[in-house]
């Protein structure tokens, strides 16, 4: 099988040249591509190592490497453009036209780079984790007038990794709250969350699927068989609809995928990027 | 303040094309950008109501909206291109120059398109998410010849977030065990962990910060006191020094920057994009 080592480049975590690299690379079937991921370089030095690690590969490869770039600085880019490979720059390919679109020189052609994603609210998403951490699995309720959302479900349908993700990913305050054989028996939204009905969002999940994730928490266990995740699942899901609660299922979603679903049906807005 | 509105479309999240598009705009001061994220345009239908979102907007603004776009459907992308409103192509821009490069067809030209990160292994991190929460703060240790890294540190120091991320966002089984005042004292690494030197990795932080995300959670204590938290990071870095494992500060570090640094370090690979 043919093969290329492809290398991240950028000055801060590198993780959106990995995406969308990864995302294109995805498309080429019957080659194997060996990923090197070089972060936070953000000095000329560290530049000229990289450039040296390149280098060195693309001598001992039949072909050239590839380069994801999503470096800010333009020396930055220009150095590396120069490195035996190929170079695509996902940042500067993109900055001149929407300098002429927007009219405005960029901070980076100015030499006042602010760096990719330096503006998250670091405090804001440390505090929104602890807030998950501290409110999963209905533990406590009294932060619940803080909560942006309170997500409810039946046990393993993912509430905490969703809770997670948006506390991590977006800084997003995120509580969740299960529902028991005795809220599903009597059909009644549990009555901690009954207050913040317009915060409450829903997951379901198909019960087959359910079983699987159930069964390897706790095999062979009244609690993961089909019978009581079908009942389980079809409880919840009549209760969401009787109180009209907004609801998805995530039987075939990633956490990703449940999260952003999620912030657009119910206009919440994330609060970093 | 002049102000612009923004389109993330994307045939997925669009959390790609959310940040790289951020990374864009904050070059740009004394503009007021408008965000609005269009995800899991999946079908024409989607693509005909965003182009007829992106057109009202056009119709009431003094300049045509702006669009970041990691479509990866060749005919989405032509339609999106229609709309009127600047299309910033993130995914098309570089597909075919990838595959002239590699002298290969890719998949979304040949109308078989994979999505955008579509094979992310979704078992492995769910799997890494439930290690993670049941691995926290030492809470049980007998999973430990599992896990990938056991993460170190005083109480507050960022063990629990970047754990969480490492899991979330790469798949990777994590850790985490508090150095306590006694580890501390005795200058050993605890019992739990001294199996698992080679999996070891130590954070720490600057003791004024420690204090002011201490004094937060329990103010006035004994626990918050500037003296405390000095000695307690005092003693740490002096264990990590002492025992021979690699530590970082995460003083002036997201939890993004923590784990990628953790894991350009280590060379843990990570399992999902």
Do not use: W
Request: glycine share 6%.
């Amino acid at each position: 099988m043919k093969q290329r080592t492809v290398f991240f480049v950028s000055d801060r975590t590198g993780i959106t040249a990995e995406t969308l690299g990864h995302s294109l690379l995805t498309q080429f079937e019957g080659i194997r591509f060996k990923t090197v991921n070089l972060p936070f370089l953000d000095s000329f030095e560290k530049i000229k190592d990289a450039i040296i690690r390149i280098n060195e590969v693309s001598r001992r490869s039949v072909d050239r490497p590839i380069v994801f770039s999503t470096l800010v600085n333009p020396e930055s880019r220009e150095m590396i453009a120069s490195a035996e490979a190929v170079f695509f720059d996902f940042f500067g390919t993109f900055i001149g036209l929407l300098e002429q679109e927007l009219r405005v020189q960029s901070s980076c052609t100015m030499g006042r780079s602010h760096g990719l994603v330096d503006n998250i609210a670091y405090g804001v998403r440390m505090d929104a984790v602890n807030f998950a951490m501290a409110n999963d699995d209905g533990a406590v309720t009294r932060s619940y007038p803080r909560a942006d959302v309170i997500i409810l479900g039946v046990s393993r349908s993912g509430k905490t990794p969703t809770c997670l993700y948006l506390s991590l990913q977006f800084g997003i305050y995120a509580a969740n709250y299960p529902l028991t054989e005795e809220d599903l028996e009597k059909m009644r939204l549990p009555v901690a969350v009954a207050p913040y009905r317009e915060k409450l969002y829903g997951l379901t999940i198909d019960p087959e699927r359910l079983q699987k994730i159930r069964h390897e928490r706790r095999p062979d266990s009244p609690y993961s068989s089909l019978r009581r995740c079908q009942h389980e699942t079809r409880r919840a899901e009549s209760l969401f609809q009787a109180e009209g609660i907004p609801y998805l299922s995530t039987t075939t979603l990633s956490v990703e995928e449940i999260a952003t679903t999620l912030l657009a049906k119910t206009g919440i807005e994330r609060r970093s990027f």
